[in-house]
C-alpha cells in the first residue's frame, strides 16, 4: 500500500496585500493610478479617452491590465515593470512591528496565513519584505501575469485556484480580509466561511484611476461580513484563531 499524505485540517487566513496590509494614507494607489494612465496615454490615447477606458476595464475585469491584454494585446510584465514596479516602496511605506506582531499572535497550530494579491509575484513580495512581514506568510497567490488568460478577484476561477494552491477542500475554512467590497462578497458567496471588509473609512484611494472616499458608496454589506477600520479589530472578530493571553 502507498504512503497517504497527512491532510492539514488547519484554517487558512488570506490577507489581501494592496491597501489593507498597509493604509490607504501611504497614497500608493494615487501613485498607481497616474502610472496606469500614463501607460493608456502612452499607447496613443488622449487624456480623457485614457480616463475613460482606465475606468471602463477596471470594472469590467477587475484590473485595468486585464483590458489592455484582451483588447490591445498589451505585454503585462512590460506594463508591470513600468506600473507596480517603478513605484518608490520604499519611501512609501515602512517595516510595520504592529502588524508584525498581529501576524505572530496567531495560533499556527490551527491557522495558516497566506496572501492573496491582484498584483503580480515581485510587488507583492516586495511590500511584504518592507513591512518587515516576508516570513511570516507561508504562501502567496497573485496574479500571474505569465498566463495569456491570468485570472483575478473577484472572478470565482481565481478563489478556486486559491483554495487548490493551499490544498483546502471546504471553504468555509477560509478566513479573508480585503479593502475591496466587492471581492469579500465575492469569496463570501462562494462559502468562504470568515469574511471582512478592511474599511478606512473618509480616507482618499484611487480605485480604476478614479478618486474616491473610502466608505462613501454606502452600499450595504451582506450578513455575515464583518467590517473594520484597523487590522487590530481581527484580534476581537477572530480571537479563535490568535493565541490565547
Known amino acids: 500500500?502507498?504512503?497517504?499524505?497527512d491532510i492539514d485540517n488547519r484554517y487558512v487566513i488570506w490577507l489581501d496585500i494592496d491597501n489593507t496590509l498597509y493604509s490607504a494614507s501611504s497614497k500608493i494607489s494615487q501613485a498607481m493610478g497616474q502610472r496606469i494612465h500614463a501607460y493608456f496615454v502612452s499607447m496613443g490615447w488622449s487624456e480623457e479617452e485614457a480616463s475613460e477606458l482606465h475606468s471602463k476595464y477596471y470594472k469590467e475585469y477587475g484590473l485595468a491590465l486585464r483590458g489592455l491584454v484582451r483588447h490591445h494585446q498589451v505585454d503585462p510584465l512590460d506594463f508591470d515593470s513600468k506600473c507596480d514596479g517603478s513605484l518608490p516602496l520604499e519611501d512609501m511605506i515602512k517595516e510595520d512591528p504592529g502588524l508584525r506582531k498581529l501576524l505572530q499572535d496567531i495560533d499556527l497550530n490551527k491557522a495558516r496565513v497566506w496572501a492573496l494579491t491582484n498584483a503580480y509575484r515581485t510587488h507583492a513580495q516586495r511590500?511584504?519584505?518592507?513591512?518587515?512581514?516576508?516570513?511570516?506568510?507561508?504562501?502567496?497567490?497573485y496574479c500571474d501575469y505569465s498566463l495569456p488568460n491570468f485570472a483575478c478577484k473577484p472572478e470565482p476561477e481565481f478563489?478556486?485556484?486559491?483554495?487548490?494552491?493551499?490544498?483546502?477542500?471546504?471553504?468555509?475554512?477560509?478566513?479573508?480580509?480585503?479593502?475591496?467590497?466587492?471581492?469579500?462578497?465575492?469569496?463570501h458567496q462562494l462559502g468562504w466561511g470568515n469574511c471582512v471588509h478592511f474599511c478606512e473609512r473618509g480616507l482618499d484611494t484611487v480605485e480604476g484611476g478614479r478618486q474616491k472616499k473610502i466608505g462613501d458608496d454606502q452600499a450595504t454589506i451582506p450578513s455575515g461580513i464583518k467590517v473594520i477600520t484597523r487590522l487590530e479589530e481581527l484580534r476581537s472578530i477572530w480571537q479563535d484563531i490568535f493565541k490565547q493571553q
Open 127 to 141: 511590500v511584504l519584505r518592507i513591512l518587515g512581514i516576508d516570513d511570516l506568510i507561508e504562501g502567496l497567490v
Open 159 to 187: 478563489y478556486h485556484n486559491a483554495i487548490q494552491r493551499a490544498g483546502i477542500s471546504d471553504p468555509s475554512r477560509c478566513f479573508f480580509v480585503d479593502d475591496s467590497r466587492g471581492n469579500v462578497v465575492a469569496a
Open 1 to 5: 500500500m502507498g504512503e497517504t499524505q
